[in-house]
């Protein structure tokens, strides 16, 4: 299975979240280690995940406030 069938079926926050927690460990780039470039891929993971949870918190507000 290739990450972009399954991240193509969700929004972008979810989807990045998903693509970085699934090539954390995985992918090299030149001027990284293996870990350095595996813990910035989670915590790329993290930010997005983090972005879904206040938009959905904004949201839950907005919808709240009327």
């Known amino acids: 299975i290739e ?3 399954i991240t ?3 929004d972008f926050d979810l989807g990045n979240a998903i693509k970085y927690i699934l ?3 995985h992918k090299s780039e030149q001027g990284y280690n ?3 470039k595996e813990i910035e891929d ?3 993971a993290l930010f997005y ?3 879904k949870i206040n938009m959905l918190k904004n949201e839950y507000i ?3 406030k009327h």
Do not use: P
């Open 3 to 5: 990450v972009i069938d």
């Open 42 to 44: 989670l915590q790329k």
């Open 62 to 64: 907005s919808i709240n």
């Open 49 to 51: 995940i983090n972005d």
């Open 23 to 25: 090539r954390a460990g």
């Open 34 to 36: 293996n870990i350095e």
């Open 8 to 10: 193509r079926h969700l």
